[in-house]
């Protein structure tokens, strides 16, 4: 099922069945609250993220319009 969900998404639509299997198995489910910072701009990260559902708003230091 989760193969079938990242399969709708156009990055992903063209990868063979087992690639997507790979990356499901690796994906995990969090859950953040309105105003949490998940990353800042510069920061190592060994993640991706997919929002599943809700918003995102990417703002760039010192900037508070969302881009």
Same mark, same amino acid.
Request: glycine letters at 8%; hydrophobic letters at 40%; zero cysteines.
């Given at each position: 099922?989760?193969?079938?969900? $990242?399969? #709708? &998404?156009?990055?992903?639509?063209? +990868?063979? %069945?087992?690639? $997507?299997? #790979? &990356?499901?198995?690796?994906?995990? +489910?969090? %859950?953040?609250p309105?105003?949490?910072?998940?990353?800042?701009?510069?920061?190592?990260?060994?993640?991706?993220?997919?929002?599943?559902?809700?918003?995102?708003?990417?703002?760039?230091?010192?900037?508070?319009?969302?881009?």
């Open positions: 099922m989760l193969e079938q969900q $990242l399969r #709708a &998404i156009p990055f992903f639509r063209n +990868l063979p %069945t087992e690639a $997507l299997e #790979a &990356i499901a198995d690796r994906l995990k +489910l969090e %859950t953040f309105p105003g949490h910072v998940v990353f800042r701009k510069g920061e190592p990260s060994g993640s991706m993220y997919l929002v599943r559902s809700g918003q995102v708003d990417v703002v760039l230091e010192g900037d508070l319009t969302p881009h």
